[in-house]
């Protein structure tokens, strides 16, 4: 046999295990590498078709995705001794020194081929691994049990706080100016979105250390703070003896989750938070959103304009588009940003994900942060096929003139937020915090309360009434 033709053999040995092993009359050797190989391609095969959601429940559990980690790096071991052997066994006995560096160069870049995507595989898993572990804690951080059996508790829908922290180079703290519930049905998927504004006052704090310190209400901490909600986080976070017990970096996500399951009357299970500057780096990192603007959005600080039509936004550009209010409001703004995370989230294939892996590992851990445990990750990715795959989202904003943030009715958002997640109003129309008066705060008022300033960028109301019941999402954004 020539050189030519064992090097062709080797490589045919490299693309299909044994081939190598059967030509030269090593059955039972070729037989068995060969069968490895099908058996390899039939679970990779199956896993891809057959168990996809499977696949993707396996994929956000740590312990399974190390053991992917070390059983590609085995793989490639295996693989790469292979195509050595194969040539070892193909070799012709009597060869020039010019020939022998010629096969052994040819079967190192075999070995190379084979070693490369195997090797950034494995890469990849580990990169994985390591930002899963690190946004998602087993037990929350709280070493809270999850039955796998039943990860909800039997509870009929999960209710999830998305937060939006702008935590710029010149301000102090984290303030929470995007503050929505994703209230999510656990059999169907169907998910309604409720917004609260930033500049929402008068609301009561949880009952305990935080309200005896505030018995009429959120009031701030001084001029520079005067007692909005975007408030509550970095003032739990600072004042460790308002959420007693709880450390650092997880008392202002505590206060901020009990102070709105008060004012929406439902319990709020978990909370992302996401730095919005960071959030650029996401974007950027999936090579851009595509969005519709209707209408034009200033964008930078040196007059430039967003103007309208169907763009792809770079991570910068976006970051504008949700946070801009400059001729519209906070609430214009809200809105906005719903349309922006829809967008991301239909819009984050696996191909744009895989493609820049890395940069999104890195940013998601700088970016994220959450107290949903790992544990209830293969629940979630589960739930969230079924959002991804047509369940409704609906999407309702306590803004004005429906509500207004100076004078909010907290009755009227209670019984709202029932009405939109078919929770029965009765078992809500009080504060759930305790409070005495059962009218949620001293100077909850009618819905048709005179407007404050900040309702409106004119700080009038606007001239045409939000509704108030949950609207598509898909149909409210442009």
């Given at each position: 046999?020539?050189?030519?033709?064992?090097?062709?053999?080797?490589?045919?040995?490299?693309?299909?295990w044994?081939?190598?092993?059967?030509?030269?009359?090593?059955?039972?050797?070729?037989?068995?590498?060969l069968?490895?190989?099908?058996?390899?391609?039939?679970?990779v095969?199956?896993?891809?078709?057959?168990?996809r959601?499977?696949?993707?429940?396996f994929?956000?559990?740590?312990?399974?995705?190390?053991?992917?980690?070390v059983?590609?790096?085995t793989?490639?071991?295996?693989?790469?001794?292979?195509?050595?052997?194969?040539?070892?066994?193909?070799?012709?006995?009597?060869?020039?020194?010019?020939?022998r560096?010629?096969?052994?160069?040819?079967?190192?870049v075999?070995?190379?081929a084979?070693?490369?995507?195997?090797?950034?595989?494995?890469?990849g898993?580990y990169?994985?691994?390591?930002?899963?572990?690190?946004?998602?804690?087993?037990?929350?951080?709280?070493g809270?049990?999850v039955?796998?059996?039943?990860?909800?508790?039997?509870?009929?829908?999960v209710n999830?706080?998305?937060?939006?922290g702008?935590?710029?180079?010149?301000r102090?703290?984290?303030?929470?100016?995007s503050?929505?519930?994703?209230?999510i049905?656990?059999?169907?998927?169907?998910?309604?979105?409720l917004?609260?504004?930033?500049?929402?006052?008068?609301?009561?704090l949880?009952?305990?250390?935080?309200r005896?310190?505030?018995?009429?209400g959120?009031?701030?901490?001084?001029?520079?703070?005067?007692?909005?909600?975007?408030e509550?986080?970095?003032?739990?976070?600072?004042?460790?003896d308002?959420?007693?017990g709880?450390?650092k970096?997880?008392?202002?996500?505590?206060?901020?989750?009990?102070?709105?399951?008060?004012i929406?009357?439902?319990?709020?299970?978990?909370?992302?938070?996401?730095?919005?500057?960071?959030?650029?780096?996401?974007?950027?990192?999936?090579?851009?959103?595509?969005?519709?603007?209707?209408e034009?959005?200033?964008?930078?600080?040196?007059?430039?304009?967003?103007?309208?039509?169907?763009r792809?936004?770079t991570?910068?550009?976006?970051?504008?588009y949700?946070?801009?209010?400059?001729?519209?409001?906070?609430?214009?703004?809200?809105g906005?940003?719903?349309?922006?995370l829809?967008?991301?989230?239909?819009?984050?294939?696996?191909?744009?994900?895989?493609?820049?892996?890395?940069?999104?590992?890195?940013?998601a851990?700088?970016?994220?942060?959450?107290?949903?445990?790992?544990?209830?990750?293969?629940?979630?990715?589960?739930?969230?096929?079924r959002?991804?795959?047509?369940a409704?989202?609906?999407?309702?904003?306590?803004?004005?003139?429906?509500?207004?943030?100076?004078?909010?009715?907290f009755d009227?958002?209670?019984r709202l937020?029932?009405?939109?997640?078919?929770?029965?109003?009765?078992?809500?129309?009080?504060?759930?915090?305790?409070?005495?008066?059962?009218?949620?705060?001293?100077?909850?008022?009618?819905?048709?309360?005179?407007?404050?300033?900040?309702d409106?960028?004119?700080?009038?109301?606007?001239?045409?009434?939000p509704?108030?019941?949950?609207?598509?999402?898909?149909?409210?954004?442009?």
């Open positions: 046999m020539g050189l030519p033709r064992a090097l062709a053999l080797t490589l045919a040995s490299a693309l299909v044994g081939v190598a092993h059967l030509v030269t009359g090593r059955r039972v050797a070729g037989g068995l590498l069968a490895l190989y099908v058996a390899l391609l039939a679970a095969g199956a896993a891809g078709t057959v168990y959601s499977d696949l993707l429940q994929a956000v559990r740590p312990e399974v995705v190390e053991r992917l980690s059983g590609l790096l793989l490639g071991v295996v693989w790469v001794f292979i195509v050595i052997r194969s040539y070892q066994i193909l070799r012709p006995m009597r060869l020039s020194a010019a020939a560096t010629l096969g052994a160069a040819a079967v190192a075999m070995c190379f084979v070693a490369v995507p195997v090797a950034w595989s494995a890469h898993t990169v994985y691994r390591d930002a899963l572990t690190s946004i998602f804690r087993s037990g929350g951080g709280t809270k049990q039955d796998t059996d039943d990860p909800f508790d039997g509870q009929a829908r999830i706080l998305l937060l939006g702008d935590a710029a180079e010149d102090t703290g984290v303030r929470t100016d503050m929505t519930v994703a209230s049905d656990t059999d169907t998927g169907d998910t309604v979105l917004s609260l504004p930033r500049n929402l006052e008068g609301f009561q949880p009952p305990g250390p935080a005896d310190r505030f018995p009429y959120f009031t701030g901490d001084g001029p520079q703070t005067p007692g909005l909600l975007n509550v986080f970095q003032y739990a976070e600072e004042h460790p308002v959420v007693p709880v450390p970096n997880e008392r202002g996500p505590e206060l901020l989750k009990a102070t709105i399951a008060g929406l009357g439902l319990r709020v299970d978990y909370y992302i938070l996401v730095d919005m500057f960071g959030f650029a780096d996401i974007i950027d990192a999936m090579g851009g959103v595509k969005i519709s603007i209707d034009p959005i200033p964008y930078g600080l040196e007059g430039a304009v967003l103007e309208p039509g169907h792809t936004l991570g910068k550009e976006a970051l504008w949700g946070r801009s209010r400059t001729n519209s409001s906070d609430y214009v703004r809200m906005r940003q719903k349309c922006l829809a967008a991301i989230a239909e819009q984050a294939d696996p191909q744009s994900v895989l493609s820049s892996f890395d940069k999104l590992a890195a940013a851990k700088r970016t994220l942060s959450t107290d949903i445990p790992q544990e209830l990750l293969p629940a979630l990715m589960k739930l969230s096929e959002v991804k795959g047509g409704q989202i609906n999407s309702l904003q306590f803004v004005p003139p429906l509500i207004y943030t100076g004078s909010p009715d009227l958002i209670r937020a029932a009405e939109a997640v078919n929770t029965d109003p009765r078992q809500v129309s009080g504060d759930p915090g305790g409070d005495p008066d059962g009218g949620g705060s001293p100077n909850a008022a009618a819905s048709t309360a005179p407007p404050q300033a900040g409106s960028p004119s700080g009038t109301p606007t001239s045409s009434k509704p108030s019941k949950p609207v598509s999402l898909e149909a409210s954004c442009p």
